[in-house]
Every structure is written in C-alpha cells, then in structure tokens.
C-alpha cells in the first residue's frame, strides 16, 4: 500500500496544526517529523515538545526521524511525547540492534534509515527486527535538495530481499520526492513516501498532498 508522510520541515509552523489537517483532508496518513542536531546534519529542528503539540492536532501516526547522534538518549523522550514511528541512521548506532530494540520497546514501530553512500548490506543484520527500512534520496539535513537517482536500486534490493527472506518491513523514502520522481521511487519500490516541498512548499496543502498520492498510486498500478 503507497501512503503519504508529509514532512513538517518545509511547513509554515505557525500554522501547524492547520497545514497537517489539510494535508491529511489531502489523503496524507503519516506525518513525518525531522529531528536534526546540528552534529550528525548540518541543521537545528526541533525536539519533544514540538511533538507533543504536534499530537494534540492529529491522530495520524508521526514518524520520527532522529538523525542526530545518540538517539539512545532521546528515544524515551520522543516515545513519551507521542512518536509512533521511531527511525534511527545505521551511520550512528555503534549497537544498532540495542537501538532497535530500545524503541520497540517503548511500543513504537522502530525504523533504519542510510545515507546516499551507505550501501543496503549494511543492514543485513536488523532486517529481520525492523519495520521500516527509510532510504534517504538526498544527503539528509535541508529541504528542497534535488533527488538522487543512484539510490533507486537500494530501494530495488530492498524489495528483492525482502522477497528472498520473507520479511515483512516497508520501505520508505525520503528526499526530493515530488510529481518529476513519485513514479521512479514507487515502480523502484518505495511505499511510504516522505514529502515535504511538494505538500507544503506553494499553494494548498490538501490539493498538493491529493495530486502526489493520485501520481503515486497510478504508478503503483502500473508497476510490473
């Protein structure tokens, strides 16, 4: 199933809560949320408390990308504001699998997520402990960053392995994703599609997150 994970980076957060109902009225079921740390990204964000406003103006799942180094510090501080989806970067988990097994057990679904240059091997391990596995299609820390192609084949593996092992995580992506690459990324593989200029950068969030979804599932349909 393709859904949509808007992300709230490229929204006017003065206005948050009312641009995620639109984008949801738009057929949006996720809301992907981007911590950065200035660390491990060249960017400052947000943290918890911006989550925990964030769960009062929606009941969608929110997706949690820490890319910040330590997530094991945080984890139990985005669970307790309200992350239902929690992903941590390969790059920074000196114990990936602990770190996958601390968020499960804070009741949240536990997601991997690579760079641009790390390859899917790297994963081998935890593919049979993760959710979802979120391939970054940029180098991870701004919006508005133009996709990279070289990183549909991850997404291809990602689908042929799990294929091979019988396993059961999604694939989500994350970068540059918009009407030019929706069909690229959904005949590749990818299911959860983040979004974030394309939903919120001009014009109404509703019709933009409603006109990408349609681009997606059209692809999906044509998908041999």
């Given at each position: 199933?393709?859904?949509?994970?808007?992300?709230?980076?490229?929204?006017?957060?003065?206005?948050?809560?009312?641009?995620?109902?639109?984008?949801?009225?738009?057929?949006?079921?996720?809301?992907?949320?981007?911590?950065?740390?200035?660390?491990?990204?060249?960017?400052?964000?947000?943290?918890?408390?911006?989550?925990?406003?964030?769960?009062?103006?929606?009941?969608?799942?929110?997706?949690?990308?820490?890319?910040?180094?330590?997530?094991?510090?945080?984890?139990?501080?985005?669970?307790?504001?309200?992350?239902?989806?929690?992903?941590?970067?390969?790059?920074?988990?000196?114990?990936?699998?602990?770190?996958?097994?601390?968020?499960?057990?804070?009741?949240?679904?536990?997601?991997?997520?690579?760079?641009?240059?790390?390859?899917?091997?790297?994963?081998?391990?935890?593919?049979?402990?993760?959710?979802?596995?979120?391939?970054?299609?940029?180098?991870?820390?701004?919006?508005?960053?133009?996709?990279?192609?070289?990183?549909?084949?991850?997404?291809?593996?990602?689908?042929?392995?799990?294929?091979?092992?019988r396993l059961t995580y999604r694939i989500e992506v994350d970068g540059g994703v918009g009407h030019d690459t929706v069909g690229d990324v959904v005949r590749a593989g990818g299911e959860i599609l983040v979004a974030g200029n394309a939903v919120f950068g001009s014009g109404d969030p509703k019709k933009n997150?409603?006109?990408?979804?349609?681009?997606?599932?059209?692809?999906?349909?044509?998908?041999?």
């Amino acid at each position: 199933m393709i859904e949509l994970a808007p992300s709230i980076l490229a929204a006017d957060f003065a206005r948050l809560g009312e641009q995620v109902r639109a984008a949801e009225e738009g057929g949006a079921t996720v809301v992907h949320v981007d911590i950065m740390d200035g660390h491990f990204v060249p960017n400052l964000t947000i943290g918890p408390p911006v989550v925990k406003s964030l769960r009062k103006v929606t009941e969608l799942p929110l997706d949690c990308h820490l890319m910040i180094e330590n997530p094991d510090e945080f984890i139990p501080a985005f669970a307790e504001a309200g992350a239902d989806w929690i992903s941590v970067h390969q790059e920074v988990c000196r114990h990936l699998n602990r770190t996958l097994h601390l968020i499960k057990s804070h009741d949240c679904l536990a997601g991997v997520v690579i760079n641009p240059a790390t390859p899917v091997d790297t994963l081998e391990e935890v593919l049979d402990l993760v959710d979802y596995v979120l391939v970054m299609s940029v180098n991870p820390g701004f919006g508005g960053q133009k996709f990279i192609p070289g990183t549909l084949h991850k997404m291809r593996q990602l689908s042929e392995i799990r294929s091979q092992r019988r396993l059961t995580y999604r694939i989500e992506v994350d970068g540059g994703v918009g009407h030019d690459t929706v069909g690229d990324v959904v005949r590749a593989g990818g299911e959860i599609l983040v979004a974030g200029n394309a939903v919120f950068g001009s014009g109404d969030p509703k019709k933009n997150a409603g006109a990408l979804l349609k681009a997606a599932t059209e692809a999906a349909l044509l998908k041999v």
